[in-house]
Structures are given as structure tokens and as C-alpha cells.
């Protein structure tokens, strides 16, 4: 098993070599930047290759070894991406306002997470039947509001083994946890970020839909593929299950490959941040005629024995 290939070809489409704006670059970016066009700063996706490979096959290895992966990315392009890509591995995720302490109070997060439980037992149990429409609206609105901030860690049932970030700039706040308790943290870094304090930094751009789902895509089937992993060497034959999970989850993801094209369908060009997006719009619109996720191809089933 390896993890899942991807093409220069592919990273051209997404638009992940567009940068920033000139003016808006961080000089610490320099030795991935390969030039200039038309004022924004081209990312070196020949350095990406390689050190987007070598994220990828750091999220294989944490879930082959039964470890949890985080996803998060706040920002609107991001959200439904980032939320989408984690479940679709069995994986956690926070796609809303990263609240402070979400890993280093874990203690106090945990709590909140009990109560969110609690809500959920309240309102679909008999108990709600006792409760007048104003009480069941103030518990809803209560429920739903926790839901938001935790539901995508309300299973991770402790702190995560790595940590993929999208936006390192707009995250700043789960990097500077991540790296106090000391987990590995996976960042896509743009020609506007800072890569010194991300363990494992990809340049490219973190604002085009195409691009954030191209980079959701791989880690989801990378997180797949060690599930898979960790079952062939715990003795289960996947060949032989029913609904291997694993294979289930590549397949749930080719069913709504096409719903999550269709969301990001808009040029990539319009997708890229501030002035980026209108110099470089005619690149970006042409990289809308393609898809950019392969896993559908792994998801052939074996007749049963």
C-alpha cells in the first residue's frame, strides 16, 4: 500500500503555485517562491512535490498506527472541505471559530463535550416531553451552538497525533498549541506565510477552493490507506469483509466527488485571495476543467468468496 499519487499536472489545475501579491509576501517564503508573474509570487511546486509527499505519507503513518489526525481550517473556503475530508477518513476536525485551550485545556474542552452529550440525551430522550417550547428552544440553541464549535471532536476522545492545517496564518493560535504539548503539525504555507515554526510545512496556496480540496483529497485517502494498514496487520482480511471499513469510506468519497466538485466548481481564479485572484484569472478558469481527486479509481469491490 502507498499513499495516494498526484501529478504536477494536478497542482497546475488546482492553481496551488499561485501566491500572493508581491506586496503582500513574507521573505521567509523566498526559497520556495520560483519568480514573479504579472506581480504575484509563483510557489516552487517542485519543492511541494516532494514535501507534500512526505506529509502525506506522515498522516499514513499516524493512522497505521491507530493515531488521530485534526483537520482544521476556519476560513470560509475551507469549512465545508476540511469537515467533509475528516469524516470521510473517520477522522476529527475543527471548521469553525478554534476556540483557545481546544488542546492545551483539553480537561475543560472535555467537559463541554460531556455537556453537549448531555443536551443531545435531553432533547431526543422522553425528557423532552416534559419541557415547554421555550425550554426546548433554549436547550436546542444551546446544543447547536456547542455542536458548532466541537462536533468535529467530540469522538477524538483525546488529544490528536497530528494536526493538518490549511491556513498557518489564520491558525496561528491551534499551531502555538499543537507545538506547546509537542504534536506534529502539517501546514500549507503560502507565499504570504511564515514556515519556520510548522513541523512539516507544503508550499502552496491556501485560499482557492480547488486547491484546499486537492490538498483535503490526498490527506483523506492517505489517512485511508494506513486504516487499511493498521487492519491487514491486525489479521482482518479486507478482501473478505462484508463493508470493509476503509474501502466504505473511499467509496462514500466517490459517491460526493462529484456534489464537492460541483461546490467548488467556481473558476480558481475568483477562489485565490485579494488581488491574486483577478491578475491571475485566466490561468485559474482554465484549471476548472478537470477534476482533482483520484481515489474513485480504488474503489472497486472483490466479488465475496
Partial sequence: MAVPTFTMRQLLEAG???????????????????????????IDLQQTVPMLYAALNAARSVASDG?????????????????????????YYVNQRWLGGMLTNWKTISQSIKTLRELEEQLSGEEALG??????????????????????????????????????NKEDIAIKEAKKLGIPVVGIVDSNSDPVNIDMPIPGNDDAMRAIQLYCDLFAGAVIDGLQQELASSGVDIGEAEAPPAEAAVEEA????????????????????????????????????EPTAEESTETEEKPAS
Fill in 67 to 91: 493515531g488521530r489526525v485534526l483537520f482544521v481550517g476556519t476560513k470560509r473556503a475551507a469549512s465545508d472541505i476540511v469537515a467533509e475530508s475528516a469524516r470521510k477518513c473517520g477522522q
Fill in 131 to 168: 419541557l415547554t417550547k421555550k425550554e426546548q428552544l433554549n436547550l436546542t440553541r444551546r446544543r447547536d451552538k456547542l455542536e458548532m464549535a466541537l462536533g468535529g471532536i467530540k469522538e477524538m476522545g483525546g488529544r490528536p497525533d497530528l494536526v493538518v492545517v490549511i491556513d498557518t
Fill in 254 to 289: 466517490a459517491a460526493e466527488e462529484s456534489a464537492v466538485e460541483e461546490a467548488a466548481g467556481a473558476p480558481a481564479a475568483a477562489e485565490a485571495a485579494g488581488e491574486s485572484e483577478a491578475e491571475a484569472a485566466p490561468e485559474e478558469a482554465a484549471a476548472e476543467a
Fill in 16 to 42: 496551488v503555485h499561485f501566491g500572493h501579491n508581491t506586496r503582500r509576501w513574507n521573505p521567509k517564503m523566498e526559497p520556495f517562491i520560483f519568480g514573479v508573474r504579472n506581480g504575484i509570487h509563483i
